[in-house]
C-alpha cells in the first residue's frame, strides 16, 4: 500500500490592508457617554486573530466627544492617518495626536474622546481573557 501524502497545514496569510475592502460598521457613541456632539464613527476591521483576542484597522470619526472606560484586559495601540483627536484621563492630564503620531491606550482608562477635526486612524485592539 503506498504512503499517503503528507498533510499540509494552511500557512497563515499576510494581511495587506490596502489588498482588503472590509465592510464598513457604523456607530455612534451611547448617549450616557456623549460630550459633545453625536458624530458617527466608522469601522473597518481589516484583521481578526482566530483566539479572538486581537483586531486591528481602520477608523474614522467626525468631531464630537464622549467619556470612554477601557476594561482591564483592554490596550489600544493607535497611529493618526489623517485629522485631530485629544484625549483626557480623568485626572485632567490630556495629549493630542494628529497625522503620523500614534500612542497606547492602556488596559482600565477612564476619561474623554475628543475628535477635533475629522479623524481616521490605524488601530490594533488586543483583550485578552480574564
Known sequence: MPTPPPT???????????????????????PERLLEGNPLRTTHEHFAAPQGDLVAG?????????RIAFGANKDE?????EGRVRIADNEGNSAEFGPGEAGVIPAGFTGS??????VRKHYVVLERAD
Open 8 to 30: 499540509r497545514i494552511a500557512m497563515p496569510q499576510l494581511t495587506v490592508f490596502s489588498r482588503q475592502s472590509p465592510a464598513p460598521e457604523y456607530d455612534r457613541p451611547r
Open 58 to 66: 481602520v477608523w474614522a470619526c467626525e468631531p464630537g466627544a464622549w
Open 77 to 81: 495601540f493607535f497611529c493618526i492617518i
Open 113 to 118: 474622546f475628543t475628535v477635533l477635526e475629522a
